[in-house]
């Protein structure tokens, strides 16, 4: 089955640095990638839409300059977050549709816990 | 996207079938409803879907009502590997985004 793969599933920086967190679609196109933040015992908030070549879609409320999105091929999909601070500390997850696929389901990938020090 | 409400939480006993409710009393007539789960750390795993039929895979089986204003999520024998919070949602079939409300946590007990 189609799988998403996100990297790195852990990491721990210290306040002020950058971090990246990829998602590729390993064996489909994905014109459209979903960003989704995750709190401890919360739900899943969506964060940002990506779109393939063009500029991401954010969520009101989400800082567009803090957590900057490329999507510059059908199969890749990175977040940044910029000047990362221990409020940022969270599971980002991100999601993506199979272009050929479009009335079908959304494939997660497994997550990156973020611990900003 | 319609709204769903689902119970907080939900205990199965190992072996039984599970039972999940969702009410989507707002759902559109595009508007699919999806079964994710999550175990916890992980990201959420698709189980199934559907729009107005019954739908049956080897996971699960999903039941709507005539109205579609509500569904269930049938696990036949839930196992422990089954415990996690189980999220409904209706989006169209080619819903831009997928919003996830506090979805049912089900416990598998022994």
């Known amino acids: 089955g189609a799988v998403v793969s996100q990297h790195p599933s852990r990491v721990i920086c210290k306040s002020g640095t950058s971090v990246k967190i990829e998602c590729r679609s390993l064996?489909?196109?994905?014109?459209?990638m979903f960003w989704y933040r995750q709190f401890p015992k919360q739900s899943l908030m969506l964060m940002a839409t990506s779109n393939e070549g063009s500029k991401a879609t954010y969520e009101q409320g989400v800082e567009k300059d803090k957590f900057l999105i490329n999507h510059a091929s059908l199969t890749l999909s990175t977040l940044t977050v910029t000047s990362a601070h221990p409020e940022d500390s969270s599971f980002y997850i991100c999601?993506?549709?199979?272009?050929?696929?479009?009335?079908?389901?959304?494939?997660f990938g497994s997550g990156t816990q973020l611990s900003v020090l | 996207d319609a709204k769903t409400t689902q119970p907080t939480s939900m205990d199965c006993a190992e072996g039984r079938a599970a039972n999940l409710p969702c009410n989507h009393s707002?759902?559109?007539?595009?508007?699919?409803v999806y079964w994710y789960r999550q175990i916890h750390s992980q990201g959420p795993q698709y189980i199934i879907h559907?729009?107005?039929n019954n739908e049956t895979n080897e996971m699960a089986s999903l039941i709507i009502t005539e109205d579609r204003k509500s569904s269930t999520l049938i696990l036949p024998h839930a196992t422990l590997r089954d415990t996690a919070v189980y999220y409904c949602?209706?989006?169209?079939?080619?819903?831009?985004?997928?919003?996830f409300g506090t979805g049912t946590r089900l416990q598998v007990t022994l």
């Open positions: 949602i209706v989006a169209t079939g080619t819903a831009s985004k997928l919003t």
């Open positions: 999601s993506a549709r199979d272009r050929d696929r479009l009335n079908e389901k959304l494939f």
């Open positions: 707002t759902i559109s007539g595009n508007e699919y």
């Open positions: 064996d489909f196109q994905a014109t459209t």
């Open positions: 559907g729009l107005k």
